[in-house]
């Protein structure tokens, strides 16, 4: 176990409807990323917020959005699903900007 | 941003034998490296890292080795066994942009 909680683990949902994807990091890491994984695909990098602030963005649709809260947990909303968006969903965190970053399990998304 | 390779997409090997794998990234400013290993269906998961500053870093059957000027770095497993058979994910993180950035990865397969 990472300490990195995703939730759901799985979901299952129809084309044009919206997600929310939560990701609770580990204790005092400051960092969360997020990133898509589909089917026997890399890790794409989509957004990366430390201490509330977001830090960094990669390949993330308009479509998509994140925020980190006061608490530090994390969430994905995914906006007009598509069948291309069903993938795997991870996030991970890290205590800082330099350090090495652990990933939660990951949400799985279908969209039918 | 960062562009991470990775070579090979796919590597068998018999079950002793020595598997190497490739990264090359594209900003100079990078400064931390991580190697992380996904088994089917789980998280990724932080073997090994090495970070500017060194060269060289060896844990048990795993190494790592860093070549700045060349802006590349590669991953060393000796001895393998079956159960190290996953695929391989390199990772570089950038001083200017924070995000981590992976490479496409490689599916290790040892046979016994």
């Known amino acids: 176990d990472s300490g990195v909680t995703q939730t759901p683990k799985h979901l299952i949902t129809a084309t044009g409807q919206r997600v929310t994807l939560r990701c609770s990091p580990r204790?005092?890491?400051?960092?969360v990323y997020w990133y898509q994984q589909s089917l026997d695909q890399g890790l794409q990098f989509l957004i990366q917020?430390?201490?509330?602030?977001?830090?960094a963005k990669g390949n993330i649709l308009e479509r998509f959005s994140a925020q980190q809260f006061p608490d530090l947990h994390s969430e994905l909303n995914l906006s007009s699903l598509e069948l291309g968006d069903s993938a795997l969903y991870f996030c991970?965190?890290?205590?800082?900007?330099?350090?090495?970053?652990?990933f939660g399990q990951g949400t799985r998304l279908t969209v039918v | 941003g960062e562009n991470v390779e990775q070579h090979p997409s796919t590597l068998s090997v018999q079950e002793g034998d020595s598997a190497v794998i490739k990264c090359t990234y594209s900003?100079?400013?990078?400064?931390?490296f991580p190697w992380y290993k996904q088994e089917l269906g789980k998280r990724p998961q932080l073997i090994i890292d090495?970070?500017?500053?060194?060269g060289e870093k060896k844990d048990q059957r795993i190494a790592v080795t860093l070549n700045k000027t060349a802006k590349h770095f590669s991953l060393h497993i000796t001895e393998t066994q079956p159960e190290d058979s996953a695929v391989y994910f390199c990772?570089?993180?950038?001083?200017?942009?924070?995000?981590?950035?992976f490479g496409a990865g490689t599916r290790l397969t040892v046979k016994p």
């Open positions: 204790s005092g890491d400051l960092s």
């Open positions: 917020y430390y201490n509330g602030e977001e830090r």
């Open positions: 990772a570089a993180r950038s001083v200017g942009n924070n995000d981590m950035r």
């Open positions: 090495i970070r500017s500053n060194v």
């Open positions: 991970a965190s890290s205590p800082g900007k330099f350090t090495e970053a652990f």
């Open positions: 900003d100079s400013a990078s400064n931390y």
